[in-house]
């Protein structure tokens, strides 16, 4: 299996975990999708990443890769068995996405000159990441869906959004007032899937 990406992006990084968290050897193609000689579009005609390629083909769309892996049959399973519940876990993953893409879109408008960037854009994106944390705290308080003692997607996806938060400095604060998020993201943190997709230092 080969995964195309880099572990500054949350999506990537959250296939790297369950790949680890499943015992899966894999091959890692470092590779920004932002150059213009970028690979990435070889593998993904959207050209984002992650990618994985497998026997069957390769894959795209961080929660497609996640669900194509969830097939395997590979232990631990990271879904409910009750088909309505594992819904739920999905729908939470498709948050913790949300919100991260709301964030990379803020990164990307933080590096353009400051008078091309767009206070309203910046000002939704932040409401979204806001609003969308405010969700993932009650749930992660509730510890059914998230932040419960069996391991599942949302968890994984949960964790490596607020990895990214923290990394590029988003939102900084977002952890005021949200101490089960707190509380997820120590657990997580903690897991060697996690200690070993540490994102590397930003080049600027
Ligand atoms: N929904 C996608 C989001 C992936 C994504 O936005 N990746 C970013 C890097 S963090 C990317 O490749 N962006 C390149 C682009 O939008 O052209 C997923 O879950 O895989």
Known sequence: MKLVGSYTSPFVRKISVILLEKGQTFEFINASPWTSDSPVPHYNPLGKIPALEMADGTWYESHIIAARLELEGLTPSLLPEDKLTALKVLQLEALADGIGDAAV????????????????????????????????????????????????????????????????????????????????????????????????????
């Open 105 to 204: 879109i803020l990164v990307r408008e933080s590096m353009r000159p400051p008078e091309l960037q767009m206070e309203e854009q910046i000002i939704r994106q932040r409401e979204k990441i806001l609003r969308g944390l405010d969700a993932l705290e009650k749930e992660a308080a509730q510890g059914t869906l998230l932040n419960s003692d069996t391991l599942n997607l949302a968890d994984i996806a949960t964790a490596c959004l607020i990895g990214f938060l923290n990394f590029r400095r988003v939102v900084p604060n977002w952890c005021v007032g949200r101490p089960a998020l707190v509380k997820l993201a120590d657990k997580m943190f903690a897991r060697e899937s996690f200690a070993r997709t540490v994102p590397p230092q930003p080049e600027s």
